[in-house]
């Protein structure tokens, strides 16, 4: 028995001293297997895709319904790609465990990554390429582009209007949607009704709010017709002139912008409610019970609780109002000192056909919302961090 103790004894001790093996590591030729078959599963699913749609509408041409069309791009589209997935994933369970789990995250993400620098990175780096040609994208002009957005007179009054859009827009918008956020939040009954009537007006797109306010503004001169414009038809019920609102510079600028802050008060007022309903209420007792009015609470509790997503809905405000032109484009074609940055790009690249000068204006764009996003993305992290 007391063999048998210090064999074992031994035994425990050889292995202790005995090195631990490290199972051998991918040489380079695995590794780059591993790289070649990473880039084929993450190119096959798009390019198989690309191939199925190319043979199926060729397949359709000609006076085939579009239903027809629509329901086989729906087919190849959602049911083929499953396949597609489920194939190469049945392909990749068939490789040796080592390599196929290196390849399976650029199986199923690699698709995207692709789609994503197709549609999005090389359009990007194509437009920076195209501001520094002339206006066919055929000859090199330098910064000839990029002065022209800073000295045209109708650029720098799109620019001097764009500042105002930033400022007055989420400034607006912010101060009504929290106004209506806090008066909503008080009621005890209804409140569904009362948000869904102030949110009704972002289900409306750009273009049809556009039209809409475009009978508020409507105007016809004196002996013309009777005033179909709201405004006017109350102008002139008074006993006054009808005024040509949207003609009316600079207040037209204004005007405008009356219709982006109803777009989207009730996407702040949203959002916002939320956020009030997220304050603790012990917290709000507290200040009560130490003696503060409901304006007190309202602008050092319950505005500092949700200050974040202030921030975060202004800053949101303030790209969207950077990329809009169809309210422009649709109520005065950018007249009457109407520009905006956004419409002047699509009124280069489309009507002027300039794409060098259309270019260079969606880099300044893409420029000017950078600083924005920075801050909404280091504020983010700060919130994480005190989380």
């Given amino acids: 028995m007391d063999e048998e103790l210090r064999t074992t004894e031994e035994e425990t001790e050889d292995e202790a001293v005995r090195p631990i093996v490290e199972p051998p590591r991918p040489g380079f ?23 199925a749609l190319d ?3 060729d397949l359709l041409r000609g006076e085939i319904p579009t239903w027809i069309v629509a329901l086989v791009a729906i087919v190849i589209g959602v049911i083929g790609v499953f396949v597609l ?20 995250p650029y199986a199923f993400v690699g698709p995207a990554l692709v789609i994503l620098a197709i549609y999005l990175v090389y359009p990007a780096i194509r437009t920076i390429q195209l501001s520094f040609m002339d ?11 990029y002065a022209y957005v800073f000295s045209d007179d109708a650029m720098l009054r799109s620019l001097r209007n764009t500042l105002l859009w930033v400022f007055l827009v989420p400034a607006a918008a912010v101060a009504i949607g929290l106004g209506f956020a806090v008066l909503a939040d008080k009621l005890k009954r209804m409140e569904s009704v009362a948000k869904s009537l102030i949110f009704l007006p972002m289900a409306i797109s750009f273009v049809g709010a556009s039209i809409v306010w475009r009978f508020v503004y409507n105007f016809r001169f004196e002996g013309s017709g009777e005033q179909i414009g709201v405004l006017n038809a109350m102008v002139t019920s008074l006993g006054g002139t009808p005024i040509d609102w949207l003609g009316l510079i600079p207040w037209n600028n ?3 912008i009356v219709i982006m802050v109803w777009l989207q008060t009730g996407f702040a007022m949203v959002i ?33 609780s949700i200050m974040s997503s202030i921030i975060v809905v202004f800053t949101t405000m303030v790209i969207n109002v950077l990329k809009v032109f169809d309210i422009v484009w649709v109520m005065t074609g950018g007249q009457d000192g109407t520009e905006v940055i956004a419409e002047r790009m699509i009124r280069n690249m489309f009507t002027f056909f300039q794409d060098g000068r259309g270019a260079a204006i969606a880099v300044f764009m893409f420029i000017a919302v950078i600083p924005v996003m920075y801050l909404n993305i280091r504020r983010f992290r700060a919130e994480e961090a005190l989380r």
């Fill in 272 to 304: 916002l409610s939320s956020a009030i309903k997220g304050v603790s209420e012990d917290i709000l007792e507290a200040a009560r019970i130490d003696g503060a009015t409901e304006i007190q609470v309202f602008w050092r509790v319950v505005v500092p």
């Fill in 55 to 57: 043979f199926a509408f």
């Fill in 85 to 104: 997935y489920w194939l190469v994933d049945l392909i990749i369970k068939m490789l040796p465990d080592s390599i196929g789990e290196r390849i399976r």
């Fill in 29 to 51: 030729g695995s590794g780059l297997l591993v790289f070649i078959l990473s880039v084929l599963a993450a190119l096959a699913l798009p390019l198989l895709t690309y191939l």
């Fill in 254 to 256: 204004i005007f405008l």
């Fill in 135 to 145: 206006a066919n994208g055929a000859a090199y002009v330098g910064l000839d582009n």
